[in-house]
């Protein structure tokens, strides 16, 4: 009777096998395929020029020509979202003098490859201080990474983003900016404010008025969101001169260490 009932359950097993491919393969369609489209302005903001040299080998890297490349950006693009898409953001702290590196992530989920910012630090050696940062899902996992490598960082962004229950960065001398918009309606912001006090107490926390989660990135507008009151080129603006601010936190730490 029992080899009977072992036997009916391996038949109703094998019988099930493909449908369970079927779901899994689909399942990974859905993942790999990014949300939204690509907007003009991150197409353009891929080109090379006299001012940015791209790089779309391995990652996407924008690299000034004209500027001495001591301090370099790691970003994790947000959940199923294309990393060209947030081009702008990093061509504009390239601009301003930062190697800016965008990490493109396995079917676009930061959380498959938290990690991956140690390669990047790797390949660049003449970097002497690196800030990570990342939207979304990529913030957390950029904070993830700050959390485990204190000493590969100095500077951690959060956009849209924060720490874990268990990331606790609260005693670290790590220089850190947290950017949300209070139209985001993806994002809680009693969820990214809560996390503060998991954070150093010089944390800069910037609410950017009439922000959304979406316009973080230039991939058009995401379900769930709430619209943006502010143009995607102001809510930039204001992102980078915040991480910048955080940049010159970084280097202040950086002094007082070696001091």
Known sequence: MNFLRR??????????????????????????????????????ALQSDALVRVNRERWITFEPTDADNSSGFIFYPGGRVAPEAYAPLARALAEAGRLSV????????????????SDVITAFPSI??????????????????????????YGLALLAAYAEAH????GSNLAVAVIYGDRDGLVAIDEVEGSLERLPAATEAT?????????????????GDLPAQISREEQRSLVVAAILRLWQDAGRRV???LD
């Open 7 to 44: 036997s009916r359950r391996r038949a109703i097993l094998f019988a099930l096998l493909p449908l369970i491919g079927v779901v899994a393969f689909g399942a990974l369609l859905w993942l790999g395929v990014p949300i939204g489209a690509l907007m003009p302005e991150a197409e353009t």
């Open 102 to 117: 965008i990490v493109p992530m396995p079917l676009n989920l930061a959380i498959l490859s938290p990690d991956a910012a």
């Open 128 to 153: 002497e201080r690196w800030v990570i940062g990342g939207h979304s899902l990529g913030g957390v996992m950029a904070a993830r990474f700050a959390h485990n490598h204190r000493d590969r960082v």
């Open 167 to 170: 990331v606790d960065l609260s």
């Open 207 to 223: 609410k950017i008025i009439g922000g959304n989660h979406a316009q973080f990135g230039w991939y058009g507008e995401q379900s």
């Open 255 to 257: 002094k007082s260490v």
